[in-house]
């Protein structure tokens, strides 16, 4: 009855261990962000990076999608449209997203709040249960400081701000533990489910995972002793420990399928191909230059040329060398931990490693996206030590605490950025020295578990003050480095144009369009406004699609696009319906001649309706089929390139079937250069500033008609500029979202223009063998126009994956031409036969052929690696299942064995205990001394 009250004690603290370990790391984080003045503490919001660039607005449709029951496999409010698997699969899957849809569509943000405060917590519980299950005989307390460390290194603060990367470093001590309970004993269900896991909460980071147990496995082997890996003396066990890693490992991946395949296709549109690395043997820093990151408040930077953040507490720093000087720590653990320590160093600094971690691609910012596994091995280092402080004893903590600080005092001196003399080099000698002081009074604690207890409770104190000071300054420095976001921006935009959108937008009406509008927060506004639209960002691309709306003049490159560079053309091609503008700001003479205002709201924007939107379908030519980059500009120096006007004329040519001039060359009647001298480069002229004054190019127009004249510079290399229009700035060129077409103006016939385009760098690459300047002729675009709005499609939509409608094919037309990028996953049926769909404009647009007269055509999009990965996840599940199933019938059995085994050794006990019932009872002495003497007699006489 003891025995069971002990038992149910322990497990009670241990209930509340984990529960400390996991609310004093969420609310020193929420500390954290109130010294950061994270709303409702101050104005700003949680959004950093690319959590304020593009996740935020992931959410945002993941919240949709949840309360409104739209599609989670494809959606058409990113650029024309595309898959949205890959993106729920890279930053979504985690479970801790589906907090999103407990939230009001107004607080997103404190949503993401919550998220982020919960993950840290959960960091703390993880690696606080591992304690516990490995490391039984530590003291509660300690459990507890060491989870806070875990929870609050540097690397959770900084990256966070990658939220679906956290969910690894939560999963990666219990991967840990299953790795060893896999070893030891076979058990498999842990490890299953931790490594599913890994991979479905983002498959990127636990591809990485994946990486390190194939290390782990191997390293841990070998660090455990005979008798530790295998207690049962089980016969061949390497050889069967290994087969069960890989095959329940196999079985893992084969239960991610579902977020495997789905993502694999969605790279497939172009991030395999989005860079080139190099594989050509580097250093990517000296390796002084890291031991500086492992120092309190040690921040360098998130951008590329940033270094892993390692930090984990000076705790640690103290403990982890004493490690390897530890008797009592067999010599093989010590190999063990060093080595991979060191293979994680190696992937830190050599840049064919580094590459092959970061999935064959070079990472863009955020470098070492791997380091908080070394920060948990460092820290189970650190744990092991000091669970050996009594045998080590008080010295050897002063004497590392003495060599860290000479090291970090040698650092400074080398006057690293990131090594500030106070926030790093004064501080770190004061918590060393603190320390230093501490622990002696807690190894005699560890010697006698009754005294100096308030020791114990002291340290855990400081190293909460040493993570809460080291977040504090991680934060601060995040934010001068890349800028944290105020809440009132983000909800501001999200406000003032989803009011603009009601004024438009019928929930009742199913018909499909498209809407953008002229100012961006960020590339993704559309998924918090919940339109279709032609901007977005995201690293799973569409490479194809990118490139075709740069062809078209929009600002579009790398990873995304935005609606910048727009034109009357492009609009009713692509099917744009409204556009919302700020009546504050100049807004393009196309709109607001050709558009109609359709409304205003009180924040001052307008809503115009373009009155050609055409459809998301349309039939035309059958000449669109052949309509590629054409011949005709191809050259040795020049390959397949041609100017977005001609580009855009010889496209409606190639629909209607005849000539078409609705863009025509403005006539340069001279160009100069000044400030300048030229440089020869293929494909393209040079540029580089000579001093001799303001580098500029000029270009005088000769202007034969009234018509609103529009311009475009190509170049595959640009360099910052501006453009001046006779002496007046118009805005900035080639930086990224002004990298677009871009309107000159309206003049008189034979007026003078001259257009200045002002280097902003040294260098500067234009395309050689194009004309720069375009008329736009307004009745040419209604003729086509008209022509083209013959054969519309009455497009609807219910969902994202399901468009029909009925359309009219006239006569000439035979090919039905879509703004859906081409995407195999689509089934396109034509009056309920599926027909063949070709992929058009260099294999970017879906299209199909289609007779003449009036037909009903229906998309569905239905990819194969949805269905076959629901299918092997499936499998899956129901082998993890039925193995679970067996292990336990097998349990069952073996103790229904060992219960008839006892019950068998205890009556057999009881029939000898039978038997030795019938040995008459023992006589008390006197009485056996009486009797002996008669027996003695009676054989005396019986012998006579």
Not at 82 to 89: C, H, K, L, Q, W
Not at 637 to 652: A, H, K, S, T, V
Request: charged share 20%.
């Amino acid at each position: 009855m003891d025995i069971n009250k002990s038992y149910t004690q322990k497990g009670v603290k241990d209930r509340f261990v984990l529960l400390a370990c996991f609310g004093i790391p969420a609310l020193l984080m929420v500390l954290l962000y109130c010294c950061l003045m994270v709303w409702p503490a101050g104005k700003n919001a949680v959004l950093v990076l690319d959590l304020n660039a593009q996740y935020i607005y992931y959410f945002e449709q993941f919240r949709d999608i949840l309360t409104s029951g739209e599609s989670l496999i494809y959606s058409f409010e990113r650029a024309l449209g595309g898959e949205f698997m890959g993106i729920f699969a890279y930053y979504l899957s985690s479970p801790f997203s589906l907090i999103v849809a407990l939230f009001p569509k107004d607080s997103i943000t404190e949503a993401m709040y919550l998220i982020l405060v919960l993950k840290t917590g959960f960091c703390g519980l993880s690696f606080g249960y591992y304690l516990l299950k490995t490391r039984p005989t530590l003291d509660n307390i300690y459990s507890l400081m060491f989870s806070v460390m875990y929870a609050l290194c540097s690397y959770v603060v900084v990256m966070q701000n990658n939220v679906m990367w956290i969910d690894n470093v939560i999963i990666f001590p219990i991967i840990l533990l299953s790795i060893d309970e896999l070893i030891k004993h076979g058990k498999f269900k842990l490890y299953v489910l931790s490594l599913v896991y890994s991979i479905m909460s983002n498959f990127y980071i636990g591809y990485m995972m994946c990486l390190f147990i194939v290390v782990w496995f191997f390293a841990r082997y070998f660090m455990l002793r005979p008798s530790e890996r295998n207690p049962q003396g089980e016969d061949n066990h390497f050889l069967k420990s290994f087969l069960r890693i890989a095959l329940w490992s196999l079985l893992a991946v084969m239960i991610s399928a579902i977020i495997i395949l789905p993502i694999y296709y969605s790279l497939t549109f172009g991030k395999l191909e989005f860079s080139d690395p190099k594989y050509t043997p580097k250093q990517m820093f000296e390796f002084a230059d890291l031991v500086t990151k492992a120092f309190f408040g040690s921040y360098d930077s998130v951008r590329p040329a940033g270094m892993p953040f390692i930090y984990c507490g000076t705790l640690a720093l103290i403990l982890a060398p004493i490690y390897f000087f530890c008797d009592s720590v067999p010599t093989r653990r010590k190999i063990g931990y060093a080595s991979v320590l060191l293979f994680l160093i190696v992937g830190f600094n050599f840049s064919i490693a580094d590459i092959i971690w970061h999935g064959l691609q070079r990472p863009n910012w955020l470098n070492a996206r791997f380091a908080f596994m070394f920060v948990g091995l460092m820290l189970t280092i650190a744990v092991d030590a000091f669970m050996n402080l009594k045998e080590i004893g008080s010295k050897a903590v002063k004497v590392s605490s003495i060599l860290w600080c000479v090291l970090l005092l040698i650092l400074s001196k080398i006057e690293y950025d990131h090594i500030h003399d106070f926030k790093t080099v004064w501080a770190s000698i004061l918590i060393f020295f603190i320390i230093s002081a501490i622990l002696p009074s807690c190894i005699k604690h560890m010697r006698d578990p009754d005294v100096c207890r308030k020791s114990s409770a002291l340290l855990c104190c400081v190293i909460i003050a040493e993570a809460i000071g080291n977040g504090v300054i991680m934060l601060y420095a995040l934010d001068e480095d890349v800028g944290v976001a105020k809440r009132n921006s983000y909800r501001q935009m999200v406000d003032t144009y989803s009011a603009a959108v009601a004024t438009y937008k019928d929930e009742s009406d199913d018909s499909f369009y498209r809407s953008e509008k002229l100012k961006h927060r960020k590339k993704n506004d559309n998924f918090a406004l919940d339109i279709n639209g032609m901007s977005n960002s995201t690293s799973t691309l569409n490479a194809k699609a990118i490139d075709l709306l740069s062809q078209f003049g929009y600002a579009s490159m790398s990873h995304w696009s935005l609606y910048s560079g727009s034109t009357a053309v492009t609009d009713s091609l692509f099917n744009i319906k409204y556009i919302m503008a700020d009546s504050t700001e100049d807004i393009p003479s196309y709109i607001t001649v050709l558009y109609d205002l359709h409304a205003s709201t009180e924040d001052k924007i307008d809503i115009y309706e373009n009155p050609y939107p055409l459809s998301l379908a349309y039939s035309v030519n059958a000449d669109i089929l052949e309509y590629d980059l054409p011949s005709e500009n191809e050259d040795e120096d020049d390959l397949n390139y041609l100017e977005p006007f001609r580009y855009m004329n010889l496209l409606l040519e190639s629909m209607v079937g005849h000539e078409v001039d609705v863009w025509r060359r403005v006539d340069v009647e001279s160009s100069t250069q000044s400030g300048c001298k030229t440089l020869n480069v293929k494909g393209h002229r040079g540029y580089e500033d000579n001093g001799s004054g303001t580098p500029k190019l000029t270009y005088e127009l000769n202007i034969e008609s009234p018509e609103t004249v529009y311009a475009y510079f190509p170049s595959e290399y640009p360099r910052d500029a501006h453009i001046k229009v006779n002496g007046s700035d118009i805005g900035d060129y080639f930086d990224n979202e002004t990298f677009a077409i871009v309107e000159i103006g309206s003049f008189e016939i034979g007026e003078e223009v001259e257009v200045g385009l002002y280097m902003d760098e040294e260098k500067m690459y234009i395309r050689t063998g194009c004309s720069f300047f375009w008329y736009f002729d307004e009745s040419e675009y209604f003729s086509v126009m008209e022509e083209l709005s013959d054969g519309l499609l009455d497009a609807h939509s219910d969902k994202d994956t399901h468009v029909f409608g009925d359309i009219t094919v006239p006569e000439g037309d035979s090919v039905v031409f879509t703004t859906i990028p081409y995407d195999k996953g689509w089934e396109v049926k034509v009056d309920g036969d599926v027909v063949e769909t070709v992929a058009v404009l260099n294999e970017t647009l879906l299209a199909f052929r289609i007779d003449e007269g009036e037909h009903y055509v229906e998309f569905t999009y239905k990819p194969n690696c949805v269905k076959y990965g629901l299918i092997l996840s499936g499998c899956g599940i129901v082998i993890f299942v039925s193995a679970c199933l067996i292990d336990f019938i097998i349990k069952r059995k073996r103790s229904l064995k060992n219960v008839c085994e006892e019950n068998f050794t205890t009556a057999y006990t009881d029939e000898i205990i039978s038997d030795d019932e019938l040995v008459p009872p023992t006589l008390p002495e006197e009485e056996a001394d009486e009797a002996h003497a008669e027996i003695t007699d009676n054989e005396v006489e019986q012998n006579d």
